[in-house]
């Protein structure tokens, strides 16, 4: 069975990032197609609007490869690993960031995401996405762009601050 999934802004990559737009996937997970809301030629029927923005899976480096592989890293990326302790970082940077929550459950990442906003409340929901699902996806040799044809788990990232498009200490991610 297709799903649609709309909301106002899709996480393709940093340099792609899609207004009103639809994700149509199938039962495996498999994007079939993407369109633009605003594309006339489209029937939305039977999609779910959400309010928030669409990105692929968060991914962590630290359960996926091992610690002299993560420190080889600092040269390129500044990462920092916000499994046991949240932390500020440098945002005048230009090396790309790499978060690493250490963790697939949404609840343990959702708690440490109200965290990095009280601490970093500057940082882009942009960047924070990129460090912590495109990243980490291109250091581990997969798919790293949300595209038609990639097979993905997709997450809403919810109560971000879409205006000044920052986080908010109320953001919070969860599976679509």
């Known amino acids: 069975m297709m799903m649609r999934i709309g909301s106002q802004l899709t996480f393709c990559s940093p340099q792609k990032i899609l207004r009103r737009m639809v994700v149509e996937r199938d039962e495996q997970n498999l994007i079939t197609n993407l369109y633009c809301l605003d594309d006339n030629s489209v029937e939305s029927a039977q999609t779910l ?3 928030g923005i669409i990105s692929a899976d968060i991914i962590s480096l630290k359960q996926n490869i091992g610690h002299q592989e993560i420190s080889k890293l600092t040269d390129k990326y500044r ?3 916000l499994s046991k302790q949240v932390s500020a970082f440098d945002g005048n940077n230009d090396k790309p960031l790499l978060l690493d929550f250490g963790a697939n459950s949404k609840n343990e990442i959702n708690l440490k995401l109200a965290s990095l906003a009280q601490i970093n409340s500057t940082i882009s929901i942009f960047d924070l996405i990129a460090s912590c699902v495109y990243y980490p996806a291109l250091l581990l040799e997969q798919e790293a762009e949300l595209k038609i044809n990639r097979h ?7 109560k971000a601050d879409l205006v000044n498009k920052t986080l908010t200490i109320d ?5 679509i």
């Open 79 to 81: 990462y920092y690993d």
């Open 152 to 158: 993905v788990g997709l997450l809403l990232w919810e």
């Open 171 to 175: 953001t919070k991610i969860r599976s």
């Open 49 to 51: 609007f959400f309010d």
